[in-house]
């Protein structure tokens, strides 16, 4: 986990960095919106690659996902540990029963 906290922190610091010299700076100016749409994207290309049985194609598009989701989380002031906690949360509880909570609440 710390190669994931390690990464949020970059982004972080890229946040408030020239658009001109980061592409993460880049994206985040374009706002939430576009940082939403570029993960989806990669999301869509980590699926095809698992179609596909690629397992290196899902390994890269699969970084690519970790990356433009924390991209996409630090645009709306999501942090990173705030996701981590709510995965503690949830440890231990079954899938089935944590989805029937949710539809109760």
Known sequence: MNTLNDLALTIAAR????????????????????????????????????????RDGLISESADVLFHLLVMLQSRGVQLNEVLA?????????????KAARHKG
């Not at 374009?30 to 939403?36: L, S, T």
């Not at 709510?86 to 944590?98: C, K, N, P, Y």
Request: hydrophobic fraction near 35%.
């Open 86 to 98: 709510e995965l503690d949360r949830r440890q231990g509880t079954s899938g089935i029963a944590e």
């Open 15 to 54: 946040a408030k960095a020239d658009p001109d010299s980061s592409w993460t700076a880049k994206l985040l100016a374009k706002g939430p919106e576009k940082c939403a749409e570029k993960f989806g994207e990669e999301a869509i290309e980590a699926i095809i690659e698992a179609v596909k049985d690629n």
